[in-house]
């Protein structure tokens, strides 16, 4: 943590005023667009969710440039994902703080086809955030914690993926998900009795993740038989989960970023690394008990592999000794362009001021 002295004090209020003024000429920017091209998506709806998926990515090119402008960069390591970056995948991601959620759209930055279909499943709780009306239009989930309403969660989740995710006009394909359900600091006493109550692995730099979501995620793909089960077999097939990609994400010496800090930029630059694993999706079983276990076993990889990271600042080369998985050659820099990143800007700035005139001009 770097000490505080009035040059980083001025510097985090200086931040803090740039990340809110971003807020005020973007998020508005973006929903006024989508409202004024509402006809298009009646005429041509394939077409206005293209343009939405545009706008979304370049506002996650806005989050991304927080953390990128702040010194906290991002690199890339483990198994080679570049076949799954076109197709369907659903996303397994550790959860520690609130830092995630930029740093993952840091890492989608470089991804544009990811960026723009990208579906995210989150807490409730976001929705009523600055970014929540944008998850709310992009159609992402938000999701109700808590056994009394699980159930009806789920319900919920099923139905939006038949709706959304199914939907050829949406054209969504990667869900990101947390499977653990809430962020480490807060789940890992819990998870540790649970593992000693039915002898289930106890872990340290994870929890044991919930497996309801995912569960619902994979039974609502179509037209595919696994391990003898056939599910929604009637009907043509538009679209199946493919691929699960598992990100371990590794922040130096155990210590996340939270948002507050990525926007102020309080804290000594550092590099937060990813962990890339990918699995087709035909291995994985979609049972209960089955899938249950799939899933310990994966995070307890996780639990290993950011053991070793915290324990020599590097994940290892490789965790399957299946000698057919591809891996990265080397670190990947996710790097964003300068000119990009004004270009963007300027747009959203310049939409702003003409959006203001117009309104106003109508107004009064």
């Not at 206005?48 to 010194?71: D, H, K, N, P, R």
Request: include cysteine; hydrophobic fraction near 45%.
């Amino acid at each position: 943590m770097a000490k505080w002295t009035p040059f980083l004090v001025a510097k985090c209020i200086v931040r803090l005023t740039w990340v809110l003024c971003n807020n005020l000429y973007c998020i508005p920017s973006y929903i006024i667009w989508l409202c004024c091209l509402l006809p298009l998506k009646f005429i041509n709806p394939q077409f206005y969710w293209t343009i939405e998926g545009i706008l979304f990515e370049w506002l996650l090119a806005m989050v991304s440039c927080w953390s990128w402008t702040a010194g906290y960069t991002v690199v890339e390591v483990g198994e080679d994902i570049s076949s799954a970056l076109s197709e369907e995948a659903l996303v397994l991601v550790n959860h520690q703080s609130t830092g995630d959620v930029p740093i993952l759209m840091a890492s989608l930055s470089n991804k544009s086809i990811v960026c723009r279909t990208v579906m995210w499943i989150m807490d409730q709780i976001f929705i009523y955030t600055n970014f929540g009306a944008v998850a709310a239009w992009h159609r992402d989930f938000f999701i109700l914690q808590g056994k009394e309403t699980r159930h009806l969660q789920l319900g919920r989740l099923q139905d939006h993926l038949q709706r959304v995710y199914m939907s050829p006009e949406l054209d969504r394909r990667w869900i990101i998900l947390f499977p653990e359900g809430g962020f480490l600091r807060k789940r890992k006493k819990t998870s540790q009795i649970f593992g000693q109550k039915y002898g289930l692995p106890i872990l340290e730099h994870v929890t044991l993740p919930r497996v309801g979501a995912m569960q619902t995620i994979l039974n609502s793909t179509v037209n595919t038989e696994k391990n003898g089960i056939l599910r929604n077999s009637t009907g043509p097939p538009p679209k199946s989960i493919k691929w699960i990609v598992d990100i371990t994400i590794g922040y130096p010496e155990g210590k996340p970023l939270d948002l507050l800090t990525v926007m102020a930029g309080q804290r000594d630059a550092c590099q937060t690394t990813l962990y890339y694993r990918l699995f087709p999706a035909s291995e994985v079983p979609v049972d209960t008990e089955n899938l249950a276990q799939w899933t310990y076993d994966r995070f307890a990889e996780k639990d290993q592999l950011l053991a070793e990271f915290y324990s020599t600042g590097y994940f290892p080369q490789a965790v399957s000794s299946d000698c057919t998985k591809k891996m990265m050659i080397k670190p990947k820099l996710v790097e964003l362009s300068t000119v990009w990143v004004l270009s963007i800007h300027a747009f959203y700035i310049l939409s702003t001021f003409v959006q203001w005139y117009v309104i106003t001009s109508i107004l009064f």
